[in-house]
């Protein structure tokens, strides 16, 4: 991708218009969700060439839940954690060997339940810097994915899928071999229209 896109800006750009259209971390975790288990994901993001991409775990094929399926780091709430935002952050740093002292959390997306799982998943964003050596936790992660947000967003479609012999169409977002869907989907969708509410770029304004 060229440097001279409109979606190329520093981090510092970045985070002041991520910050500006994503939910108060502390507001966000007070939200009342439908689920029976509460759990945080964390979003972490950095800026390479001046584009945003995102942060992915693609789960293990032999784990009883998800299978082989791409999702943010997270998990559900320990009983001692007051802040689902020490949750995100933690299953972050044992999922991928993302250091909490290395994420700058700049905001969240809507909480979302899931349907099969009854969690409520309250997704927090953070910023970290690019080049991270990740360290993929063995019994859970299978591989660790960086993604581009303009490839994710290339990369939506409508798409037929069946699960558990029951046939439904969703939102997909296909990059490569790599296909999300589910909860992570609606997510990304989210992240993906804030950032485009007043143009896909920072510093972009309507008239501008």
């Known amino acids: 991708m060229s440097s001279a896109s409109n979606s190329h800006r520093p981090r510092e750009e970045w985070a002041a ?28 993001l950095f800026v390479s060439d001046g584009a945003l991409h995102a942060v992915f775990t693609r789960r293990r094929d032999d784990l009883r839940r998800h299978a082989g399926e791409i999702s943010f780091p997270g998990g559900r709430q320990d009983d001692d954690e007051s802040d689902l935002r020490l949750t995100a952050l933690r299953e972050a740093e044992e999922e991928i060997g993302l250091p909490p ?55 939506y479609e409508r798409q037929r899928m069946l699960r558990r012999g029951i046939p439904f169409r969703t939102d997909v977002y296909v990059v490569g071999d790599n296909l999300i869907w589910g909860a992570t989907a609606r997510m990304l969708t989210d992240l993906l229209e804030r950032i485009d509410v007043s143009g896909s770029a920072p510093g972009d304004r309507p008239g501008s």
């Open 101 to 155: 002292d290395a994420v700058e959390l700049i905001g969240a997306l809507q909480p979302t339940p899931t349907i099969a799982t009854n969690y409520a998943v309250y997704p927090f964003v953070g910023l970290i810097e690019p080049g991270h050596e990740w360290k993929p936790s063995a019994t859970e992660v299978a591989a660790i994915l960086e993604l581009s947000l303009d490839d994710l967003r290339n990369g």
């Open 17 to 44: 218009r991520l910050r500006r259209v994503l939910l108060d971390p502390a507001e966000a975790a007070a939200l009342d969700v439908h689920g029976r288990i509460d759990a945080a994901v964390l979003v972490p």
